[in-house]
């Protein structure tokens, strides 16, 4: 490798570990502006028709945690892949992850076709465990 590729691979780590800590901090600050706002809704909430509302929202903030929560684990293990040199590298096939898609997501750790072949068996782990479930529930109607 010579000196100016050594340059720009360091430059380029740099500008990415930037980009990464960059989303972490915002999506940290919305998590504690979550945290912050859950109490006080609790609070002022007087009627049932208003509990109903409140029970609402505050489930779509606890799922909104959940979410951040969990691309902030994204991020730190995009670093930890990063620090390690093995950012941009797929964790399923070992292929490179596309520049258009760590552009896009930067804390992709699954090449396209990876994630694609992840979706599809999530998807179909879910129609079968809602097909369990239906028939379970046909099941114990039928007693």
Partial sequence: ???RTAALD???QAMLR????????EIQEKLRSLRETLPADVVEVKDPEER???DYVQEV????????SAT????????????????GVCAECGREIAEARLAAVPFASLCRGCQEEQE?????????????????TGDLLRR
């Fill in 1 to 3: 490798m010579t000196k």
């Fill in 52 to 54: 109903s509302v409140a």
């Fill in 10 to 12: 360091r430059q380029r």
């Fill in 72 to 87: 902030l684990a994204k991020i730190d293990d995009a670093l930890y892949r990063l620090e390690h040199g093995r950012y």
């Fill in 61 to 68: 903030d606890f799922a909104l945690m959940e979410m951040k």
């Fill in 120 to 136: 599809r068996y999530e998807r179909e782990r879910r129609a079968r465990h809602q097909y369990s479930e239906k028939q379970l």
């Fill in 18 to 25: 930037q980009m990464l800590e960059e989303r972490r901090r």
